[in-house]
C-alpha cells in the first residue's frame, strides 16, 4: 500500500484580510503548513489555526517567509544566510509557543514565497536555514519544494528531508512549476488522477505531455484555489478505491 502526506498552506488571514478556507480544507489534510507571522498570519491567526489542527489531529509545521507582508513574502529581500535563519527561528519560535499551549508540537518546516526561491538558489542560504531549525528541534522535519533544496538537505547531517509534489499546478519537463498570476477553479478528476499517478508510481504528465519523475512523498494542495474542497474531496475518493494511505509526515521518514 502507498503511503502519502497531503500538507497544505494555512493560516494566511491576517487582521480583517481573508486568504484561504482554512476551516472547510483541514479535514481533507494530514499536515498544515501555519504562517509565522512574517508573510501573512497575525497572532490570533496562529492561535486559531493550531487550534484547528489540533482538533482534526493535523501535523503543524511552520511555514516561514520574508518580514513583507504588503507583499505577502513574494518580493525578494537582500539578506545574508545567517539573516534569513534567524527569521526562520524567531517564527518557529513563535508558533512553537502557540503549539505548546495545545499540547501539541510543530512537526516541520516549509519556507514560502521568495524565501523558497532564495534557499533553492543558494545552497548557503537553504543549510544555515536547515541547521538553524535543527539547533531548536532536531527532531523537525524539512519539507523540501524542489530537488535543489531536497539535495542540499540531504548532506545536513542529522536532518530529516521530505520531497513534496504538487497535482494543482502543471510542470514543466524540468520539473519546475508553471505558477499562474490569478487562482482559477483546477478540474478535480485532473488532479485527483496526478494524485494517484505520484503517490502510487512516482510520476506525473508535464504540460508538454512528458511523463516526468516526482518522487514526492507529500503532495500540497493549494487550500485559496476557488475550488480546493472538491479537489480534496476527488482525491479522498480516490485514495478509498486505490488503496493509498494518508499518513502525517512523521509516519513517512
Same mark, same amino acid.
Given at each position: 500500500?502507498?503511503a502519502i502526506?497531503?500538507n497544505?498552506?494555512?493560516?494566511?488571514s491576517?487582521?480583517?484580510?481573508?486568504?484561504?478556507?482554512?476551516?472547510?480544507?483541514?479535514p481533507y489534510?494530514?499536515?498544515?503548513?501555519?504562517a509565522?507571522?512574517y508573510?501573512? @498570519?497575525?497572532?490570533?491567526i496562529?492561535r486559531?489555526t &493550531?487550534? #484547528?489542527a489540533a482538533?482534526? /489531529?493535523?501535523?503543524?509545521g *511552520?511555514h516561514?517567509?520574508l518580514?513583507?507582508?504588503m507583499g505577502f513574502?513574494?518580493?525578494k529581500?537582500?539578506?545574508?544566510?545567517?539573516?534569513v535563519?534567524?527569521?526562520?527561528?524567531?517564527?518557529?519560535?513563535?508558533?512553537?509557543?502557540f503549539?505548546?499551549?495545545?499540547?501539541?508540537?510543530?512537526q516541520?518546516?516549509?519556507?514560502?514565497g521568495?524565501?523558497y526561491?532564495?534557499?533553492?538558489?543558494s545552497?548557503?542560504?537553504?543549510?544555515a536555514?536547515?541547521?538553524?531549525?535543527?539547533?531548536v528541534?532536531?527532531?523537525?522535519?524539512y519539507?523540501?519544494?524542489?530537488?535543489n533544496?531536497y539535495?542540499?538537505?540531504?548532506?545536513?547531517? @542529522?536532518?530529516?528531508?521530505?520531497f513534496?509534489?504538487? &497535482?494543482? #499546478?502543471?510542470?514543466?519537463? /524540468?520539473r519546475?512549476?508553471? *505558477?499562474e498570476?490569478?487562482?482559477?477553479?483546477r478540474?478535480?478528476?485532473?488532479?485527483?488522477?496526478?494524485f494517484?499517478?505520484?503517490?502510487?508510481e512516482?510520476v506525473?504528465e508535464?504540460?508538454?505531455?512528458?511523463?516526468?519523475?516526482?518522487?514526492?512523498d507529500?503532495?500540497?494542495i493549494?487550500?485559496?484555489?476557488?475550488?480546493a474542497?472538491?479537489?480534496?474531496?476527488?482525491?479522498?475518493d480516490?485514495?478509498e478505491?486505490?488503496?493509498i494511505?494518508?499518513?502525517?509526515l512523521?509516519e513517512?521518514?
Amino acid at each position: 500500500m502507498a503511503a502519502i502526506d497531503i500538507n497544505c498552506d494555512m493560516g494566511e488571514s491576517f487582521g480583517n484580510w481573508q486568504m484561504g478556507n482554512d476551516e472547510a480544507v483541514m479535514p481533507y489534510i494530514t499536515s498544515a503548513n501555519i504562517a509565522g507571522g512574517y508573510h501573512a @498570519g497575525d497572532p490570533h491567526i496562529m492561535r486559531e489555526t &493550531v487550534e #484547528l489542527a489540533a482538533e482534526h /489531529d493535523v501535523g503543524i509545521g *511552520v511555514h516561514p517567509g520574508l518580514p513583507d507582508k504588503m507583499g505577502f513574502g513574494r518580493r525578494k529581500i537582500d539578506a545574508s544566510p545567517e539573516e534569513v535563519r534567524d527569521y526562520v527561528v524567531y517564527q518557529l519560535g513563535a508558533l512553537t509557543a502557540f503549539a505548546r499551549r495545545h499540547g501539541a508540537t510543530v512537526q516541520h518546516v516549509k519556507p514560502h514565497g521568495a524565501m523558497y526561491s532564495m534557499l533553492s538558489e543558494s545552497p548557503e542560504h537553504a543549510r544555515a536555514v536547515m541547521e538553524g531549525m535543527l539547533e531548536v528541534d532536531d527532531d523537525l522535519i524539512y519539507l523540501a519544494t524542489d530537488m535543489n533544496i531536497y539535495e542540499v538537505a540531504q548532506d545536513v547531517d @542529522g536532518l530529516r528531508a521530505v520531497f513534496e509534489g504538487y &497535482v494543482d #499546478l502543471d510542470y514543466r519537463a /524540468d520539473r519546475s512549476l508553471i *505558477v499562474e498570476q490569478t487562482l482559477e477553479d483546477r478540474d478535480p478528476e485532473l488532479v485527483a488522477d496526478r494524485f494517484v499517478s505520484i503517490a502510487t508510481e512516482g510520476v506525473v504528465e508535464a504540460a508538454n505531455g512528458e511523463e516526468i519523475s516526482i518522487p514526492a512523498d507529500s503532495i500540497c494542495i493549494h487550500g485559496d484555489n476557488p475550488n480546493a474542497v472538491a479537489v480534496l474531496e476527488a482525491i479522498h475518493d480516490r485514495v478509498e478505491k486505490h488503496e493509498i494511505d494518508l499518513v502525517s509526515l512523521p509516519e513517512i521518514v
